[in-house]
């Protein structure tokens, strides 16, 4: 469908030629200022330049042109204002037509702007074998909603997780192995045959074992030696080692799946760093050949300044001058591995901000060799920080990282408690609807600011039932499921020739008005790589919502046919709501 503001646009577009303007100065805002009109032109103030009158004749010959044409019953208003404005206000039943057609179309008539485009996201970024944390949170809250956004607008999204599964870590736990279980078949270098199916540990041991591993490198150089030659030896293909990897990535795989899922965040690929390996020495011969890759101190490294820089950005490294590949050349081998497999028509990546310049570098570098298509978007999300009440990361409160695990617990507990507070169904229902609750109040947190700002993690606040929160939405949602309940109760279920009738008052005018944002705000939102747009639009939504309700006898109406016409627009309201947190990646409960 198209949007509402271009359906003004094309209404007033004949009044503009027919007075002797081009049509292109017929460009349609939201208000400024609502308690004046709904909708506003601005379009005379420009043309004025043009044309050399002012701005209020050209209004005017526009305003009255409409007033006497046949578009002229989609306006209650089209006025001509100082100095040169013409404000507009919609005629009430065509607002009711729009949203009845609204509500005939799938997806409520949302144009799939996306068709025929392959894009990768990639997102989420955990590091195996070491545990999620918050800080991997954001980017997995954030690339979900980024995906399912998307792929609502048609798009071909394929969400790789991207799993830093090749880094010294990985030795780190080979040598922490041997020094726990010297006698395991991987350290006997007189093994002969298979290695066992079993992994040599659990969940519960892998997590100990990292950071045992990770503290000990500090403090004992030897070991941090055999680490760093166990990292070497894997990579370089050594059988034993590969086969310890194997059991790391199987036993993390399952927990992460685990872990991401309770978070509602899935991913298309599992792939990580280690996928990239096999492109790596094609990869440096070919940045050689193509003259770009030079020796610089015993390193490889790509020039990636151009002019224009704001500052000075220092040379892409390929290659360190011990022969290790680094973070970077991975992220261009996995380049080369999806554009092999998928060729995308764009590129979203989601980190925190301290990245930026590792994505500069790689970005470029894949542009300056011809990897990625000149005029392919690459796009790097960049997030700010989780702070704390006092302003810094957030921790524990014994003051070490937070795991996502511990972090969800406390939110769920915390809503749990809410919940009983004023005790209304059973314990069991509780804890399921508080699971529920407490996701919402977790993504919608982070969500609704601006991704690249820092952000506090208040509990709090994110948990209240009140205010711009998730779970302010989901009682939204909640108080309609129940009044459509009790409707259909007593009336049964709508009949399929119930329409919306035009606004029977000004807080249903609002509520209908904001309904048709819809169109604008969900490709906006995408485009911008923006979900805090959606979470301002179900704000207002909820709130236009509330207020209808709050001055609206809807189940007491006793026009039937007004009454309908209620139920008709509040379920519309509904699922306008329920699409948009779906976006977001989190649900409603049925009772809260
Ligand atoms: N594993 C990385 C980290 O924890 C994030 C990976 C992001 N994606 C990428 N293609 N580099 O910092």
Redesign the pocket.
């Known amino acids: 469908m198209k949007k509402i503001l271009d359906c003004i646009a094309d209404a007033i577009k004949p009044a503009f030629t027919a007075s002797g303007y081009d049509d292109s100065f017929a460009k349609i805002t939201l208000s400024n200022r609502p308690d004046l009109c709904e909708y506003q032109c601005n379009g005379a103030m420009a043309a004025a330049k043009t044309y050399k009158k002012k701005p209020i004749d050209i209004a005017k010959d526009v305003a009255d042109y409409v007033s006497h044409s046949q578009n002229k019953d989609m306006f209650s208003e089209i006025t001509a204002v100082m100095p040169g404005f013409i404000n507009i206000r919609l005629n009430p039943e065509y607002v009711a037509k729009y949203l009845n057609s609204m509500e005939q179309e799938p997806k409520y008539g949302l144009e799939e702007s996306g068709k025929g485009e392959t894009v990768i996201v990639?997102y989420g970024?955990?590091?195996v074998a070491k545990p999620l944390h918050v800080?991997?949170l954001r980017?997995a809250i954030i690339g979900e909603s980024i995906k399912r956004m998307g792929r609502f607008l048609g798009y071909d999204m394929i969400g790789d997780v991207?799993?830093?599964d090749w880094g010294l870590q990985m030795g780190l736990i080979i040598e922490e192995l041997r020094d726990r279980k010297p006698d395991l078949p991987y350290f006997d270098e007189d093994h002969r045959g298979a290695y066992p199916a079993e992994p040599p540990f659990t969940i519960g041991e892998l997590e100990d074992i990292y950071p045992a591993a990770s503290a000990k490198s500090k403090e004992d150089e030897g070991f941090k030696a055999r680490a760093q030659e166990a990292t070497f030896r894997l990579q370089n293909g050594y059988g034993p080692f590969r086969a310890i990897w194997r059991h790391i990535m199987d036993v993390s795989l399952a927990d992460l799946r685990k872990n991401y899922g309770n978070l509602g965040v899935t991913f298309d690929l599992w792939k990580g760093e280690s996928d990239a390996q096999e492109y790596i020495p094609g990869l440096i011969e070919d940045l050689q050949e193509k003259g770009l890759a030079y020796e610089s101190q015993g390193a490889l490294v790509v020039d990636i300044a151009q002019e224009g820089d704001s500052k000075e950005l220092p040379p892409c490294i390929i290659r360190k001058s011990d022969g290790a590949a680094l973070?970077a050349t991975s992220?261009l081998g996995?380049i080369l591995d999806r554009e092999k497999a998928y060729e995308p028509s764009r590129y979203i990546?989601i980190?925190d901000k301290r990245?930026e310049l590792?994505f500069i570098q790689v970005f470029r570098v894949a542009k300056k060799a011809g990897y990625v298509k000149e005029d392919t978007p690459m796009v790097h999300l960049m997030f700010g920080t989780m702070n704390g009440k006092d302003g810094k990361p957030f921790k524990t409160r014994e003051g070490g990282v937070m795991r996502l695990e511990e972090l969800m617990a406390q939110i769920n507990g915390a809503v749990y408690e809410r919940i009983m507070e004023n005790r209304t169904v059973s314990d069991e229902e509780a804890r399921k609807t508080a699971g529920i609750i407490g996701l919402a109040a977790l993504k919608y947190g982070d969500l609704s600011n601006q991704a690249s700002k820092d952000y506090i993690f208040d509990m709090d606040r994110f948990i209240s039932f009140e205010g711009n929160t998730g779970p302010y939405i989901l009682y939204t949602i909640v108080r309609i499921k129940s009044i459509l309940a009790k409707y259909s109760e007593t009336a049964g279920e709508l009949g399929p020739d119930v329409k919306i009738l035009g606004a029977a008052s000004e807080t249903e005018k609002n509520l209908m008005l904001q309904i048709t944002k819809y169109h604008e705000v969900i490709p906006a939102g995408f485009k911008e790589t923006a979900p805090h747009k959606i979470c301002q639009f179900i704000y207002e939504l909820s709130d236009v919502f509330n207020k209808f309700y709050n001055s609206t006898m809807i189940l007491k109406e006793e026009n039937k046919e007004r009454q309908a016409s209620y139920i008709k627009l509040i379920r519309l309201t509904k699922g306008v709501l329920e699409t948009c947190i779906d976006l977001l990646g989190f649900e409603a409960p049925d009772r809260m």
């Open positions: 990639d970024g955990a590091n800080g991997h980017s991207h799993l830093g973070y992220d996995t990546y980190t990245q590792h």
